[in-house]
């Protein structure tokens, strides 16, 4: 595991290979891969661990399990979400 202190906020998105998800600003940068990259952190003070998923232009994909949004009571597209990565998993 690697320590990560990134956080940012994005709307939900719903199109493409996930039912919803965001869009990593910088995470090719801050990761230094294009690749997919494991990571745990918080949701909107919630905890959460998911796979981050090369989107080829260059920010990552961070799926959002339907659960999660229910539980942070935020489902729609464009609702804004506070992410805080603590950490890149192996």
Excluded: N
Aim: with cysteine; aromatic share 8%; net charge negative.
């Amino acid at each position: 595991m690697t320590a990560l202190d990134y956080t940012f906020t994005a709307p939900l998105e719903k199109d493409g290979a996930f039912a919803t998800f965001v869009t990593v600003p910088g995470s090719a940068e801050l990761l230094g891969t294009r690749r997919a990259v494991k990571v745990s952190g918080t949701i909107d003070g919630h905890p959460f661990a998911a796979t981050l998923m090369p989107s080829g232009e260059g920010p990552h994909w961070l799926p959002v399990k339907k659960a999660l949004c229910k539980l942070i009571g935020k489902e729609s597209a464009g609702e804004e979400v506070l992410f805080h990565l603590q950490e890149r998993l192996s």
